[in-house]
């Protein structure tokens, strides 16, 4: 539906165009996105994705040069789908082309000289697509200079935003106007069950989606009572097929935990707690059906999940129980991210009891496993929350200051206090210009 409204409002004078969807259609304009550049789509355009963030105005032409040039590079020298007819792109960056104080220029004059050397058939066009722009109010400002520029014919801007956050309504209202919206309605909750049910109508599994994407479909419309009612035709049908194949269980720990968390919304504690309860002893029965990790999987997951019920529900004792189970499956299954946010809930239930001497050996513990992490997963992770925790307890007694800074600066480096300290705030805009430049070099 959506290619067919591109190809419909595509050839519009307006420069930029943009996609205008509900909030749970951004996941189907990302998948437009891809599918406009796959090898088997019948959208003859030529499409270049870009990820920067437009964090520096001045630089922001630069970053995408960087980016267009990889993906050209990319183009030339990769193997190639036999179905794809090749021709080599003769074109590279010209970063002189910054003039007028206009800093869009340089992009949008790199981006025409591409499209001449594209030379593409009158209706077709050479399409820049800012996929990381959304809620950027850095972007606004470039792309106005953009517009002021000399954007040829054959050349489309492509970015999107939602109804419930029209980020790029006011180029719209422009005169002339410089933007073009495609508006989508594209029903996701009718599509995706009727997605469900293309399969083959003798596999029980067919049946179930149809019941399941139900179940969702009401959850997402806050229908509480249709979606305990799906929800238990889905334990009805998993239940049933548990008999002829076990990874059905694996279902039945998943509509459980679906179901639990539904009633958090509608704030029924002993229901919700209930449901935990019920995905905690499916993944618990599951050993009975397993010789693999699966039920161990199933396992931590359902722990996790219903200690957090727990601490929220302030019952301190049972959470630390929970996380603390939690804790060690995924310390065995080598799943360190969760295995050390699973230590930090386990100390801060048991600080909330007092329990120092509890709370300062599972950190501890968790503390050593960032040894065996990388940097980027160490900073991807809660481990600096780990250690924001450790260093507010009593420790003394059990590990020395020396050590937690040694340990600390193995992970993050001399500054690994600064990183503990801002872990929760949202990283200031030197440090994303930072990021972003180190993306493209």
């Known amino acids: ?20 969807c509900h909030d749970d259609e951004v996941d189907m304009v990302e998948t437009f996105y891809t599918y406009m550049i796959a090898a088997d789509t019948p959208v003859m355009d030529i499409a270049f994705h870009f990820d920067s963030v437009c964090t520096d105005v001045r630089m922001f032409s630069s970053f995408l040069l960087k980016e267009l040039e990889e993906i050209i590079q990319i183009w030339n020298e990769s193997a190639k789908d036999p179905r794809i007819e090749y021709v080599a792109i003769m074109w590279r960056a010209d970063y002189l082309l910054q003039k007028n104080g206009n800093p869009a220029l340089m992009f949008v004059e790199n981006f025409n000289r591409l499209a001449k050397e594209m030379d593409l058939p009158e209706g077709l066009f050479t399409v820049a697509i800012f996929k990381a722009v959304a809620n950027n109010k850095e972007f606004i400002p470039w792309i106005k200079h953009a517009v002021h520029t000399s954007i040829l014919p054959g050349v489309k801007f ?3 935003d939602t109804y419930s956050q029209p980020f790029f309504q006011s180029l719209e209202l422009k005169s002339p106007p410089v933007m073009h919206t495609i508006r989508l309605n594209l029903d996701m909750p009718k599509a995706m069950e009727q997605v469900a049910a293309m399969g083959d109508p003798l596999d029980p599994a067919t049946a179930y989606r149809q019941v399941f994407m139900k179940m969702i479909n009401a959850m997402g419309a806050a229908k509480e009572d249709d979606a305990e009612k799906w929800g238990k035709e889905c334990i009805s049908l998993a239940t049933e097929n548990l008999k002829r194949d076990p990874y059905w269980i694996t279902q039945l720990v998943v509509v459980y935990t679906a179901l639990a ?19 905690v002893e499916t993944a618990t029965a599951s050993k009975l059906y397993f010789e693999n990790e699966v039920s161990d999987i199933l396992m931590a997951q359902t722990l996790m999940f219903r200690a957090t019920i727990f601490f929220v529900q302030d019952n301190w004792l049972e959470s630390l129980n929970d996380y603390t189970a939690s804790f060690q499956l995924y310390k065995q299954r080598g799943n360190l991210a969760l295995a050390i946010e699973a230590s930090r809930m386990a100390a801060k239930s048991a600080i909330k009891m007092s329990q120092n001497s509890k709370a300062v050996k599972i950190l501890i513990e968790g503390l050593y496993l960032g040894r065996n992490m990388d940097k980027e997963a160490a900073r991807g992770c809660t481990y600096p929350g780990l250690l924001e925790v450790l260093l507010q307890t009593n420790h003394s007694a059990f590990i020395s200051m020396e050590e937690i800074d040694k340990t600390a600066r193995d992970v993050y480096g001399d500054d690994w206090v600064t990183i503990v300290n801002n872990w929760k705030k949202v990283p200031d805009k030197a440090l994303l210009n930072q990021q972003v430049l180190e993306a493209t070099e």
Request: with cysteine; charged share 40%; aromatic share 8%.
């Open 158 to 160: 492509l970015l999107s």
């Open 1 to 20: 539906m959506i290619c067919e409204k591109w190809e419909e409002e595509k050839t519009v004078e307006s420069p930029i165009i943009r996609l205008s």
């Open 261 to 279: 968390n539904d009633k958090i919304r509608f704030k029924k504690k002993k229901t919700t707690l209930e449901y935990a309860n019920k995905a």
